[in-house]
């Protein structure tokens, strides 16, 4: 690590911030810790002198201004980790903090936070000589405090002088050794990615979820089966090295015990599954903790990207955190429950052609995200590397998939103004290759009631995106009906299939 950084300041004691602190720790820096919440303070230095590599090099404040003021004299420059909750209060944290900036300080946000925001920041930061880098860390909080990814954006020098620092605190891709950590590329296009990131997190959640209900009701296969499923999916083939397959398999792998985790969650004596003390109430997004899937398809609509399997896993997991709804309507509508999936065809067939429907989805997913980056890379003169994204993603990282790194980095390293990543034979080879499986999944899923709103939705949208037919020929001419819309004709060049942009045409349908 260079000299020059022998210290920084985290704003943040929760999971992420105080999992950071240890690690910074770890790696020779004296950290200073603050957070507006004195118990979380004292619990991270708490951790800390428990732990003898670590003891003396953090310091916690319930003061911002003593905290500020611990970081002077003890490196050329100050330098700040966020660790926060996106929005208000990272504005005023800063508002906090400026007095006691000066020129060279430097700010690393590592929340997930709107990139607009970071921008915003960014110039209210550059106009007293401070440089604020907004940066995606993911990974949770086990990565936080072992490697996680990192992508920053901002100021290219700022970003030049932490690099050392950054690399030294970020995962290693195992194959190739190297950090998983890249400027992205100016303004606020670190957190963009981060949040693209979470689009696809999300996509991938959804479908392995759907996954697991349709084995264990479709399938009738209790939770262990279904892990060992996983666990196999995980070791070859076009899943392998897939993080969210592993550590699902884990947890469907965990049997409560008599004295349950460190707290006590998950004791029992009986040897029942940890899992089955799960609500099905995803709330983060409710709860307004988690922004980054909602900004993630405000921005697909906005740039006019397709991001439909993104989108149907948000939406369930909106419709999911709102049980009390749920429950009344629920006695209304009288849905049918997910029943057994009959047939005469072996369960080990179903499961393969399963495995083949999730490595279609998640690479649906993937294609989604990154046309998205690519778009909006495009649109702020980011020049962002796609190969770049697909490289921090190797380790550290909820989205890790070996194979479809493998597959995506070589192609898009080179090709950074790709808007449509199925342009990619190989892309589109494979999921062409799956995408029969996808459907035999997605009918027999329908036919006996299972839920799979990011499966259905991926099917739909690789049959629309690689479609020449489409019911939206009514569509336009309804359009053109009442408003006169006007539209273009089939076969005639320049129109078909011609720019994006209105038609020459419209016919009187109805004289008004």
Same mark, same amino acid.
């Given at each position: 690590?260079?000299?020059?950084?022998?210290?920084?300041?985290?704003?943040?004691?929760?999971?992420?911030?105080?999992?950071?602190?240890?690690?910074?720790?770890?790696?020779?820096?004296?950290?200073?810790?603050?957070?507006?919440?004195?118990?979380?303070?004292?619990?991270?230095?708490?951790?800390?002198?428990?732990?003898?590599?670590?003891?003396?090099?953090?310091?916690?404040?319930?003061?911002?201004?003593?905290?500020?003021?611990?970081?002077?004299?003890?490196? *050329?420059?100050?330098?700040?980790?966020?660790?926060?909750?996106?929005?208000?209060?990272? %504005?005023?944290?800063?508002?906090?903090?400026?007095?006691?900036?000066?020129?060279?300080?430097?700010?690393?946000?590592?929340?997930?936070?709107?990139?607009?925001?970071?921008?915003?920041?960014?110039?209210?930061?550059?106009?007293?000589?401070?440089?604020?880098?907004?940066?995606?860390?993911?990974?949770?909080?086990?990565?936080?405090?072992?490697?996680?990814?990192?992508?920053?954006?901002?100021?290219?020098?700022?970003?030049?002088?932490?690099?050392?620092?950054?690399?030294?605190?970020?995962?290693?891709?195992?194959?190739?050794?190297?950090?998983?950590?890249?400027?992205?590329?100016?303004?606020?296009?670190?957190?963009?990615?981060?949040?693209?990131?979470?689009?696809?997190?999300?996509?991938?959640?959804?479908?392995?979820?759907?996954?697991?209900?349709?084995?264990?009701?479709?399938?009738?296969?209790?939770?262990?089966?279904?892990?060992?499923?996983?666990?196999?999916?995980?070791?070859?083939?076009?899943?392998?090295?897939?993080?969210?397959?592993?550590?699902?398999?884990?947890?469907?792998?965990?049997?409560?015990?008599?004295?349950?985790?460190?707290?006590? *969650?998950?004791?029992?004596? %009986?040897?029942?599954?940890?899992?089955?003390?799960?609500?099905?109430?995803?709330?983060?997004? %409710?709860?307004?903790?988690?922004?980054?899937?909602?900004?993630?398809?405000? *921005?697909?609509?906005?740039?006019?990207?397709?991001?439909?399997?993104?989108?149907?896993?948000?939406?369930?997991?909106?419709?999911?955190?709102?049980?009390?709804?749920?429950?009344?309507?629920?006695?209304?509508?009288?849905?049918?429950?997910?029943?057994?999936?009959?047939?005469?065809?072996?369960?080990?067939?179903?499961?393969?052609?399963?495995?083949?429907?999730?490595?279609?989805?998640?690479?649906?997913?993937?294609?989604?995200?990154?046309?998205?980056?690519?778009?909006?890379?495009?649109?702020?003169?980011?020049?962002?590397?796609?190969?770049?994204?697909? &490289?921090?993603?190797?380790?550290?990282?909820?989205?890790?998939?070996?194979?479809?790194?493998?597959?995506?980095?070589?192609?898009?390293?080179? &090709?950074? *103004?790709?808007?449509?990543?199925?342009?990619?034979?190989?892309?589109?080879?494979?999921?062409? &290759?799956?995408?029969?499986?996808?459907?035999?999944?997605?009918?027999?899923?329908?036919?006996?009631?299972?839920?799979?709103?990011?499966?259905?939705?991926?099917?739909?949208?690789?049959?629309?995106?690689?479609?020449?037919?489409?019911?939206?020929?009514?569509?336009?001419?309804?359009?053109?009906?009442?408003?006169?819309?006007?539209?273009?004709?089939?076969?005639?060049?320049?129109?078909?299939?011609?720019?994006?942009?209105?038609?020459?045409?419209?016919?009187?349908?109805?004289?008004?």
């Amino acid at each position: 690590m260079p000299p020059a950084i022998k210290s920084i300041g985290v704003v943040g004691a929760g999971n992420m911030g105080s999992m950071m602190t240890l690690r910074f720790a770890e790696l020779g820096l004296l950290v200073s810790v603050w957070d507006v919440k004195k118990e979380s303070v004292d619990e991270v230095v708490k951790y800390a002198k428990a732990d003898q590599s670590i003891t003396g090099k953090v310091q916690g404040f319930y003061d911002i201004n003593q905290f500020s003021k611990s970081l002077e004299g003890k490196s *050329e420059r100050k330098l700040f980790m966020f660790s926060i909750t996106h929005g208000h209060p990272a %504005d005023e944290v800063l508002r906090m903090l400026k007095p006691d900036l000066k020129e060279g300080d430097i700010i690393l946000d590592g929340g997930n936070e709107n990139y607009r925001n970071t921008e915003r920041r960014q110039k209210e930061c550059a106009a007293i000589g401070v440089s604020w880098i907004g940066m995606g860390v993911s990974g949770g909080y086990q990565s936080a405090r072992r490697g996680p990814s990192l992508s920053p954006g901002g100021d290219a020098k700022a970003i030049e002088c932490v690099m050392p620092f950054l690399e030294s605190y970020a995962a290693h891709d195992p194959k190739s050794g190297t950090p998983c950590v890249k400027r992205m590329g100016p303004g606020g296009s670190g957190h963009y990615i981060k949040m693209v990131h979470n689009g696809i997190e999300g996509g991938m959640l959804s479908v392995l979820a759907e996954t697991w209900q349709y084995m264990h009701e479709g399938l009738g296969m209790d939770h262990g089966k279904i892990g060992d499923v996983f666990e196999k999916w995980n070791e070859s083939g076009e899943l392998r090295g897939n993080y969210l397959i592993k550590i699902g398999a884990h947890i469907l792998h965990t049997r409560r015990t008599p004295k349950g985790d460190y707290k006590g *969650e998950g004791a029992s004596r %009986d040897d029942g599954y940890v899992l089955d003390d799960v609500l099905d109430k995803v709330v983060q997004d %409710d709860d307004n903790t988690e922004g980054t899937p909602l900004w993630c398809l405000m *921005e697909s609509a906005s740039r006019h990207v397709s991001c439909p399997t993104l989108a149907a896993a948000h939406y369930l997991r909106i419709t999911s955190g709102n049980r009390i709804e749920r429950a009344r309507v629920a006695k209304k509508l009288e849905m049918p429950i997910p029943k057994p999936i009959e047939g005469t065809r072996p369960h080990t067939e179903i499961i393969e052609h399963l495995r083949k429907a999730v490595y279609c989805a998640f690479l649906a997913s993937f294609c989604q995200g990154l046309e998205l980056i690519s778009r909006a890379s495009i649109d702020e003169g980011w020049n962002v590397n796609l190969g770049d994204c697909l &490289q921090i993603w190797r380790a550290g990282c909820i989205i890790k998939s070996d194979y479809i790194a493998d597959l995506l980095q070589p192609p898009l390293a080179t &090709q950074n *103004e790709l808007t449509n990543t199925k342009f990619v034979d190989a892309v589109a080879h494979e999921l062409r &290759q799956n995408f029969h499986s996808l459907k035999q999944v997605v009918m027999e899923g329908t036919k006996f009631d299972q839920y799979i709103p990011a499966l259905s939705a991926t099917l739909e949208y690789l049959k629309y995106e690689g479609g020449l037919g489409l019911p939206t020929k009514f569509m336009e001419a309804q359009m053109d009906y009442f408003g006169a819309h006007n539209y273009n004709r089939p076969g005639i060049p320049g129109e078909d299939p011609g720019p994006v942009h209105k038609g020459p045409h419209h016919y009187e349908w109805l004289p008004a």
